[in-house]
């Protein structure tokens, strides 16, 4: 183990990505391409790019779905807070949900009956979770496979009366980890558990984060493997690594509010598994001003910040530049590109002395 390795770690970096569909309706749709296509035709403005970085630090993309056909993907940006990871998500709603009104205005402007619809599908989701290089890779992902095939008890069904166990998310670490990684790897969940409401992603990526503290304070569970119904099985492996989470070192004053809503979530589902508008299952976590920040504004502790204040001043000063989640780059005058590695560094020297020479016009 590395010396300068904090663990558990005390702070990790989250992400989510939610694939959307889009559709037309009422009449002859314009064009030859689909809906995805004619609403992702609103974010850039006409222009042909099929991936778009957003003044919040998202990224927003074109990708086909089952059919073949394209539809529009939201990825949040980096968040190392589980309730602002829980904004930037619903922001992503709220983006698409605005350009689907743009694009609905553009067909009524050229005459068109026909009408577009945009909804986040269930199932197509999937969840990142920064880990650090200095715990084995099957450590962690030993301790979620059991985890991972329960957590439908306390993040889908419990949430959305979801009918039946789903499949097991697959979880592995990600091919690129856009990060050092002599330091940090990206754990990648796909498949994720159905539940579209605010509370089932904070349970859920809240719980899993535990687990993750668990792996890296090697804290072991205890599964008591007596058969049962599929559901009575779930809910007693949630609960010995709910138990196991409890017994986790350095706990940190988030902890306790995360477990204790994974608790209430396990309750809920063992008291009834068809919640009713008003229970606890449509408890809002984010608040209308943050979702509404979140919308236009990065996160202000991750690198999402940078990434942001980037776009935002170049497009301010009508500068031609690209953009990911590692590199920041001016193409116009004095080629320039910024490598920032670190998810959680939300000010890099090199980055901001960038940023403010933007202002100055290209040599």
Same mark, same amino acid.
């Given at each position: 183990?590395?010396?300068?390795?904090?663990?558990?770690?005390?702070?990790?970096?989250?992400?989510?990505?939610?694939?959307?569909?889009?559709?037309?309706?009422?009449?002859?749709?314009?064009?030859?391409?689909?809906?995805?296509?004619?609403?992702?035709?609103?974010?850039?403005?006409?222009?042909?790019?099929?991936?778009v970085?957003?003044?919040?630090?998202?990224?927003?993309c074109?990708?086909?779905?089952?059919?073949?056909?394209?539809?529009?993907?939201?990825?949040t940006?980096?968040?190392?807070?589980?309730?602002?990871?829980?904004?930037?998500?619903?922001?992503?709603?709220?983006?698409? +949900?605005r350009?689907?009104?743009?694009?609905? @205005?553009?067909? =009524?402007g050229e005459?068109?009956? #026909? $009408?577009?619809? %945009?909804? !986040?599908?269930?199932?197509?989701?999937?969840?990142?979770?920064?880990?650090?290089?200095?715990?084995a890779?099957?450590?962690?992902?030993?301790?979620l496979?059991?985890?991972?095939a329960t957590r439908?008890?306390?993040g889908?069904?419990?949430?959305?009366?979801?009918?039946?166990?789903?499949a097991?998310?697959?979880?592995?670490?990600?091919a690129r980890?856009?990060?050092d990684?002599?330091?940090?790897?990206?754990?990648?969940? +796909?498949?994720?558990?159905?539940?579209?409401? @605010?509370?089932? =992603?904070?349970?859920?990526?809240? #719980? $899993?984060?535990? %687990?993750? !503290?668990?792996?890296?304070?090697?804290t072991?569970?205890?599964?008591?493997h007596?058969?049962?119904?599929?559901?009575?099985?779930?809910?007693?492996?949630?609960?010995?690594?709910?138990a196991?989470a409890?017994?986790?070192?350095?706990?940190r004053?988030?902890?306790?509010?995360?477990?204790?809503?994974?608790?209430?979530?396990?309750d809920?589902?063992?008291?009834?598994h068809?919640?009713v508008?008003?229970?606890?299952?449509?408890?809002?976590?984010?608040?209308?001003?943050?979702?509404?920040?979140?919308?236009?504004?990065?996160?202000? $502790?991750?690198?999402?910040?940078?990434?942001?204040?980037?776009?935002?001043?170049?497009?301010?000063?009508?500068?031609n530049?690209?953009?990911?989640?590692?590199?920041?780059?001016?193409?116009?005058g004095?080629?320039?590109?910024?490598?920032?590695?670190n998810?959680?560094?939300?000010h890099?020297?090199?980055?901001?002395?960038?940023?403010?020479?933007?202002?100055?016009?290209?040599?």
């Amino acid at each position: 183990m590395t010396a300068d390795a904090e663990l558990p770690m005390t702070r990790r970096a989250f992400g989510l990505k939610a694939s959307y569909t889009a559709v037309f309706g009422g009449g002859q749709a314009p064009g030859e391409g689909g809906a995805g296509q004619f609403l992702f035709r609103e974010a850039v403005g006409g222009g042909s790019s099929p991936v778009v970085y957003l003044e919040n630090g998202a990224l927003l993309c074109l990708r086909p779905d089952e059919s073949g056909a394209a539809q529009p993907a939201y990825a949040t940006p980096e968040c190392d807070s589980i309730v602002e990871l829980v904004a930037a998500q619903r922001a992503g709603d709220e983006i698409l +949900t605005r350009l689907a009104a743009q694009a609905q @205005e553009s067909l =009524t402007g050229e005459g068109s009956p #026909a $009408t577009v619809t %945009v909804s !986040r599908a269930v199932a197509a989701q999937s969840e990142s979770y920064l880990v650090h290089s200095v715990v084995a890779p099957e450590r962690y992902l030993r301790l979620l496979e059991p985890f991972l095939a329960t957590r439908w008890v306390c993040g889908g069904r419990w949430v959305d009366g979801y009918a039946g166990a789903p499949a097991a998310p697959q979880v592995a670490m990600a091919a690129r980890a856009f990060a050092d990684e002599h330091r940090y790897r990206r754990l990648k969940i +796909t498949g994720a558990c159905p539940g579209l409401t @605010e509370l089932a =992603t904070f349970v859920r990526v809240g #719980a $899993t984060e535990q %687990v993750l !503290r668990m792996a890296e304070s090697s804290t072991e569970v205890s599964v008591d493997h007596r058969r049962g119904t599929p559901s009575i099985d779930a809910a007693r492996t949630q609960r010995a690594y709910l138990a196991a989470a409890r017994r986790t070192r350095h706990r940190r004053p988030e902890d306790d509010i995360i477990l204790d809503a994974w608790q209430t979530a396990l309750d809920s589902h063992e008291d009834s598994h068809d919640p009713v508008p008003g229970s606890q299952a449509d408890i809002p976590i984010a608040t209308a001003a943050q979702i509404e920040t979140a919308v236009s504004l990065p996160p202000q $502790t991750t690198r999402a910040r940078l990434r942001g204040l980037f776009i935002k001043t170049a497009k301010d000063h009508r500068r031609n530049f690209t953009v990911d989640w590692v590199h920041l780059k001016l193409n116009d005058g004095e080629r320039r590109t910024v490598l920032y590695w670190n998810p959680l560094d939300a000010h890099l020297e090199i980055a901001e002395r960038l940023i403010a020479s933007i202002s100055r016009p290209p040599a």
